[in-house]
């Protein structure tokens, strides 16, 4: 017995030590991160995500969300999106022009401007950032998926700060594309122009061509081709340092591997900031604890129902229809995202330029039409239709799995449709099963590239635009009110044209919109800036976190 | 029997469904061009039995290839993942020995008592609980609740060991309690040891189980044995008897269990990773099946398969010091 109130002892004596070194030692790093600035902010934030960098922090490649909120934190644009806003504002370029026929955009550079290690910023580095992703031409990135090369004919230097954008067809929204992370501008030294940056494991510097913006890469740790840790350090050389960013010196990512475990450390104060992503359950928890302060944003991803048209039923624009009349997106909303997000009646995004409710025209859960359309195709109750309805349930898209739930009760609640539910992983329906075309009707999910009607339009019916999709739908009115949307810079006019695409898609109904996401994330009450609007980019130069007292 | 694992970890990936160049995209628009270029540079447009074979022959050159994801080198990306997971094995495998050893020789000692009844009652639940289950408790518990130990992650930000460094020289295992000793800081140490405790416990009692049973029953019939008869008829103490004589005796089951019980930790460690956010080999794995990266899932594989075949050789070993007789 002595031995072991002997061992008891010890160890009560080694953890009692243990506890106090801990404890003290993170009070000494987070006192070292607290020494307050002159605006009494805490020099350092500490964010949590279930993000990681899929691939690179080099903007020629990268094409996740996460990566682009990096890159967008690292490194600078032409111009970037307003935070909260919709309208776009300089950054490296004071101003711009466009010729008449909307083929030559000419950039005014910001002067002065110097990258992190002295290199001045001038139009030679815009031409080589967008020379080099056109050229490297790498088929999993943002230049070939937005289609750079196709839009930009040439790019030319016409004075030390001044850059001239020659395109090969008039794209309107060639603006919205700047604040894109594939858009923002390289430093030519950490760039080399025939191959991409790759992460390289203790050596940030070299990890990153990124280092115009608020902040520089100073740690980044990956285990396993994920992300780990995260350190982001104020960018001395930072050209809008004057205006008081970034708010905080130092920002500190740590990466969680689910939902669940980034709620716990939220709550248990080991991160500052929660961000993406965050279960609707742990967010209405949250919204009760006084300690935590929730923030709710414009969200812009969205889900949809797409269907084949090449595949019995749905070859057949009335039975689409039925089934758009048929869908309770109030009872997905309520149910599923516990009022987290928005019933969706357009595949252009709430909130976005010529937005319009086209889909209402439907209604939600109009049964009496659905059973209308359908008996006068031969469906009855006992003649059901029977569709075969597949989504993803391994967690690419959060809550799909209920989604699909709901979708087959709202739709069985007509009585005169039948679904049978086909969950698989992300791998196999999207690796698998939409280039084979053997799904008759899917739910998928888009986030965008850039702020603009086109991305949302040009992507899902127009023939060339929507092939990716697999659903075989070719409209050639869609295809010319969308090109000439694309064409047009009268903003009047766009809107109009984007509206009558809009009202196109409600009629032959190729897809039918679900809902639109709202963005939440989960702070310590002292903690301010955080701005959560359409491009889900988190602005780390706008966070602080106020102390409460100084050392 | 690596082979034949490989092998077959090789054809059921080509089975699964999915194709890993159309994951790159996700939900993008793909020109089909692009994506038979794509399928050419990952090797995947290749009949499987020449697949089968370059993989079999860069395996024999110790290349473990490309990861189709992210086209990093595997052999990096598993080390690199490995000393979360072999740190979060060793600390789990000695709480599941001593938890294990101590209530088994409980156990036996107090045979058919209250005491004996509770600790087989421990064995069966702490088998049969679901590893992220108990998990969740813990960080319920000791974390949200009592505040005593982080949910999740290695250590706190700006506490990672550097280990040993003198002038340009350096060396670190990527063990965090090693390395903050290597490097001589206790605060590093401890606070590396508060961030493991929970992963360490939830996995140590789930694989304690095992050890509580087999140390309870192999104590019981080295009780009833002849030596120790003769042992007490001789006036020993009870506790000398029980643990230099009967233990050392009851122990060689424990250590083969020991061996075949790694192949359940590293499963376990899948579960125990995701749950604590403890980036090893089991998060590693778990992430790269989902994105059909058929290289990296088959060099973790074979990388497992190595550990569980060098696990068992160390235990053998073993065995000729704990049983004499084997080395006669």
């Known amino acids: 017995m002595n031995y072991v109130l002997g061992a008891v002892l010890i160890i009560m004596i080694v953890a009692g030590l243990g506890y106090y070194f801990a404890t003290q030692s993170q009070t000494a790093t987070t006192s070292s991160m607290m020494t307050s600035s002159s605006t009494g902010n805490k020099d350092t934030l500490i964010i949590g995500t279930t993000d990681s960098v899929a691939t690179t922090l080099d903007p020629a490649n990268a094409y996740d969300l996460f990566g682009a909120t990096i890159i967008q934190n690292l490194g600078a644009p032409l111009y970037d999106l307003r935070p909260g806003g919709t309208d776009f504002v300089p950054a490296l370029a004071t101003n711009y022009t466009v010729s008449p026929d909307g083929f030559t955009w000419t950039f005014n550079l910001r002067q002065g401007v110097m990258f992190s290690d002295g290199t001045p910023f001038n139009a030679t580095a815009v031409k080589y950032s967008f020379d080099r992703g056109i050229a490297l031409n790498d088929p999993t990135g943002p230049f070939v998926g937005v289609g750079y090369g196709t839009i930009i004919n040439r790019t030319e230097v016409t004075g030390p700060y001044q850059v001239v954008f020659h395109l090969n067809v008039p794209f309107a929204p060639f603006l919205a594309l700047m604040p894109f992370s594939a858009s923002y501008i390289v430093n030519p030294n950490y760039a080399p122009f025939n191959s991409e940056v790759n992460y390289t494991a203790g050596d940030p510097r070299h990890s990153t061509p990124m280092d115009l913006g608020p902040y520089i890469l100073s740690e980044w740790n990956r285990v396993g081709g994920k992300d780990v840790e995260m350190r982001l350090d104020a960018n001395p050389n930072y050209w809008n340092s004057s205006g008081g960013y970034p708010k905080t010196q130092h920002i500190i990512i740590k990466f969680y591997s689910d939902s669940t475990t980034l709620a716990l450390a939220v709550q248990n104060g080991e991160v500052d900031l929660a961000y993406r992503q965050l279960r609707p359950t742990d967010i209405i928890h949250m919204e009760s604890i006084p300690s935590l302060k929730v923030w709710k944003g414009a969200g812009s991803f969205i889900q949809y129902l797409v269907m084949q048209e090449n595949i019995k039923p749905f070859d057949n624009p009335l039975v689409r229809r039925a089934v758009a009349a048929a869908i309770n997106r109030t009872a997905i909303v309520s149910t599923v995202f516990q009022g987290q997000a928005q019933p969706l009646y357009s595949i252009v995004p709430i909130g976005m330029m010529s937005h319009q409710d086209v889909f209402k025209l439907y209604g939600d859960a109009n049964y009496t039409y659905t059973q209308t359309v359908l008996s006068q195709l031969g469906y009855s109750s006992t003649n059901k239709l029977v569709i075969d309805l597949w989504y993803d349930q391994s967690g690419h898209y959060p809550s799909e799995a209920d989604i699909a739930t709901v979708l087959k009760s709202s739709l069985e609640a007509s009585g005169v449709i039948q679904v049978n539910l086909q969950g698989t992983d992300w791998a196999t329906l999207d690796g698998s099963n939409l280039p084979a075309g053997n799904m008759p009707m899917w739910i998928f999910g888009w986030y965008p590239d850039y702020d603009d009607p086109n991305d949302y339009t040009y992507n899902f019916f127009q023939t060339q635009g929507s092939s990716w999709l697999n659903d075989h739908y070719s409209s050639s009115a869609a295809d010319m009110v969308i090109g000439q949307a694309l064409a047009s810079r009268n903003t009047t006019e766009r809107i109009m044209l984007y509206g009558q695409a809009q009202q196109i898609l409600a009629t032959d109904v190729p897809l039918i919109p679900i809902f639109q996401s709202t963005a939440y994330a989960v702070s310590n009450p002292n903690v301010g800036g955080v701005v959560i609007d359409f491009p889900q980019i988190l602005r780390y130069w706008l966070l602080y976190e106020t102390v409460t007292s100084t050392t | ?328």
Do not use: C
């Not at chain 2, 998990?135 to 700006?158: A, C, K």
């Open chain 2, 1 to 328: 029997m690596i082979f034949l694992l490989l092998s077959i970890v090789f054809l059921v990936l080509r089975v699964l469904p999915g194709d890993p160049a159309r994951l790159h995209f996700g939900e993008r628009a793909v020109k089909p061009a692009t994506l038979i270029a794509l399928r050419h540079a990952l090797g995947t447009d290749k009949p499987i039995i020449n697949q089968y074979f370059d993989y079999l022959i860069g395996l024999l050159h110790g290349n473990l290839g490309k990861s189709m994801a992210d086209f990093s080198p595997v052999t990096q990306q598993v080390m690199s993942a490995f000393p979360a997971t072999l740190e979060l094995a060793i600390y789990a495998t000695a709480i599941a020995v001593t938890l294990g050893i101590l209530l088994g020789v409980r156990a036996s000692r107090r045979y058919n008592h209250p005491e004996d009844h509770m600790i087989r009652a421990y064995g069966i639940i702490s088998y049969a609980i679901p590893v992220f289950y108990l998990g969740m408790v813990f960080q319920l518990i000791f974390g949200l609740g009592l505040h005593w130990f982080p949910t999740g992650g290695r250590t706190y930000p700006g506490m990672e060991p550097t280990g040993f460094q003198w002038g340009t020289l350096h060396f670190a295992t990527g063990l965090y309690t090693v390395d903050s000793l290597l490097e001589g800081s206790l605060p590093k140490f401890f606070t590396a040891l508060r961030y493991l405790f929970l992963p360490s416990l939830t996995l140590g009692i789930v694989l304690s189980g095992v050890f509580v049973r087999l140390t309870r029953i192999n104590m019981l019939e080295s009780l009833r044995m002849d030596f120790v008869t003769a042992a007490r008829a001789r006036g020993i103490k009870e506790r000398t008897i029980t643990y230099t004589y009967a233990l050392k005796n009851a122990f060689l089951p424990v250590l083969t269990m020991m061996g075949l019980q790694f192949a359940a930790l590293l499963a376990g460690a899948v579960l125990t990773e995701t749950t604590f956010s403890w980036p090893g080999l089991g998060r590693y794995l778990v992430d790269r099946i989902s994105l059909r990266d058929y290289t990296a899932v088959q060099g973790a594989v074979v990388f497992f398969a190595l550990l569980v075949a060098t696990v068992s050789l160390i235990v053998d070993v073993l065995y000729a010091y704990f049983d004499p007789r084997i080395r006669l």
